[in-house]
């Protein structure tokens, strides 16, 4: 019998690469929506009919109509943020709690851990991860450790089993000396542990292959990016969970030959927040201009975020990891204005070329660029394929050998009409 098949929709550099808009774009063709890794520290921001979202826990199906929306046990959820997010979301006239279903088995951020996330970053003085101090990597320290606290336990012994797991972190913040008080936090914490008992918190995995066998169609909605990685990312700055297609697998409980399409986010040019490696960034004129045109600030942190020309090493890489069969080109339209567009096809490293992605980039890494003449031209008022001036079809023409991966769809604005769908 013929099972429905899991769509894969991730982002292929470091993170903000508009993941959220074309969840919201391609939603339409599924019947559930699924978020599978990360929590509160990566913010989707979607814009239509005039408003502007920013969701960092709910999936970015929420929107559309009678989804069924899915957090799932790879997911790190913080109950305070998300009946935040949440209740803003109600505000504005969006359903949720028929619609919404947790995992029992993500685990839950407790205010002890955003302490100890601040904490254990202050002690590493110079060598910053640059987090978003939001909780998320103690808490999966917590989890591999099988320490952690989950939504689970909402259900069964829960006071005693918060008092147990605070206790040990307030341990280790007084080996630390770390000043804090989290009595305020904690009072909105434990008022959102109740809003999330009003959710259906279910068996992700069970309730998944029961719609599949229903012949339902899921797509599965990444956070932050490949390069963000623990096992493949520019290790140590990356995010603590998987965050590539096999992260889909564990975060939900979905066998490996149920996985259907994987689509790739990427965006025209490249982006990084924080700390951490990054060989086609631009410190110069070309690259606050990248970052202005393109609003490259932070949907959570609203920290900047550097700039520099699209990378097809690490893109490449990207796409074998995940198994990429189909990619998706945003922002095109903020190198709407440069004569020339630049895109580094190998690196040279201690003066060896390579096309393949390095053990690590951090020192010795420079980008081999190619030079392509720039379309000169605004796009965000295209509603065609056909209308593309012919530099930018050349540019994606080019793009599409050298990453030997079809684009299928083109963001060309923020708003959900600003996307062509390519024949």
């Given amino acids: 019998m013929e099972h429905g098949k899991v769509d894969v929709l991730l982002g292929l550099q470091w993170g903000d690469e508009g993941k959220g808009k074309v969840v919201d774009v391609l939603t339409p063709r599924y019947n559930v929506v699924a978020r599978f890794q990360g929590g509160p520290n990566a913010g989707h921001t979607l814009e239509f ?20 929306n899915i957090i799932g046990n790879g997911v790190v959820l913080a109950p305070d943020l998300f009946m935040q997010e949440a209740r803003e979301l109600e505000k504005s006239g969006h359903r949720l709690h028929e619609r919404l279903h947790i995992s029992k088995k993500a685990h839950l951020i407790m205010p002890t851990h955003r302490v100890l996330d601040a904490a254990l970053e202050a002690q590493k003085g110079k060598q910053k991860v640059g987090t978003t101090g939001k909780g998320i990597g103690p808490t999966y320290t917590d989890k591999v450790s099988r ?7 909402l259900l069964d012994r829960f006071d005693e089993k918060y008092a147990a797991a605070k206790a040990r972190h307030e341990a280790m913040l007084r080996s630390l000396g770390f000043d804090y008080d989290i009595s305020q936090v904690e009072k909105t914490w434990l008022e959102g542990v109740d809003y999330l008992r009003q959710f259906p918190l279910v068996d992700s995995e069970h309730e998944i292959d029961q719609l599949l066998r229903q012949g339902k169609s899921v797509l599965c909605e ?13 290790y140590p700055y990356v995010t603590s969970s998987n965050t590539i297609c096999a992260g889909a697998c564990s975060g939900l409980g979905i066998g490996p030959n149920k996985i259907g399409q994987v689509y790739g986010i990427m965006k025209a040019y490249c ?25 490259e600030y932070g949907a959570v942190t609203g920290r900047e975020r550097r700039c520099g020309w699209i990378d097809l090493v690490a893109l490449r890489y990207a796409i074998m990891v995940n198994g990429v069969t189909q990619l998706i080109m945003m ?20 003066g060896t070329v390579t096309r393949d992605f390095p053990y690590s980039i951090e020192e010795g890494v420079e980008p081999v660029y190619q ?52 024949k």
């Fill in 49 to 68: 009919e005039g408003q502007k979202y920013v969701l960092r826990s709910i999936p970015s199906g929420i929107f559309q109509g009678e989804k069924l």
């Fill in 147 to 153: 320490v952690g606290l989950r939504v689970g336990d």
């Fill in 222 to 234: 990444g956070a932050q990016g490949t390069l963000l990685d623990v096992d493949f990312g520019s």
């Fill in 271 to 295: 982006t990084r927040v924080g700390a951490g490696p990054f060989p086609t960034e631009l410190f110069d004129e070309t690259g606050r201009q990248i970052r202005d045109l393109g609003h």
């Fill in 331 to 350: 922002k095109s339209d903020v190198l709407d204005s440069f004569a020339t567009i630049k895109a580094c096809v190998a690196y040279r490293v201690n």
């Fill in 371 to 422: 030079e392509l003449p720039g379309w000169q031209q605004d796009l965000t008022q295209l509603t065609a394929e056909e209308q593309f001036p012919r530099q930018f079809a050349d540019y994606i023409a080019f793009l599409e050998r050298e990453l030997e991966t079809p684009i299928t769809i083109v963001s060309i604005g923020p708003d959900r009409a600003q996307t062509i769908v390519r």
